[in-house]
């Protein structure tokens, strides 16, 4: 009987989900009544002041569409390739022990081949930014 009480309480059933389900609706409903409070009582006075485009203080100067140099842009893929190479060493660096050998080659391994598409990007001239 024991037995049979046990089971029935690990049933997964569409009820125990109840809990996040009602989470999500709070917040989803919280974020839409907030949205719409401050909506309805917000001050409504749209100068020309106010509609005039701002980015962080400075007087706009110039065309927006004019181009811009590669490099920001190479700079910013650099940053998410080695943000991700950290990523990846966390769970590592936390399991090494369980890893063992194989685990030490496999990160090795990812290792030479980061240092391989590094040593590319120097050798591009990609951190080079004398133009």
Known sequence: MN??????????TPFNYFPIALQICVAVGFVVVMMVVTHLLGPKRKTSDKLINFESGIPSVGNARQPMAIKYFLVAILFV???????????YAINFRELGAEGFYAVLMFVAF????????IK???LEWED
Do not use: R, S
Request: overall charge negative; proline content about 3%; hydrophobic content about 60%.
């Open 114 to 121: 980061f240092l391989c598409g590094f040593i590319y990007i």
């Open 81 to 91: 390739l080695f943000d991700v190479e950290v990523i990846f060493f966390y769970p």
């Open 3 to 12: 037995l049979l009480l046990q089971a029935a309480a690990t049933q997964n």
């Open 124 to 126: 591009k001239g990609a």
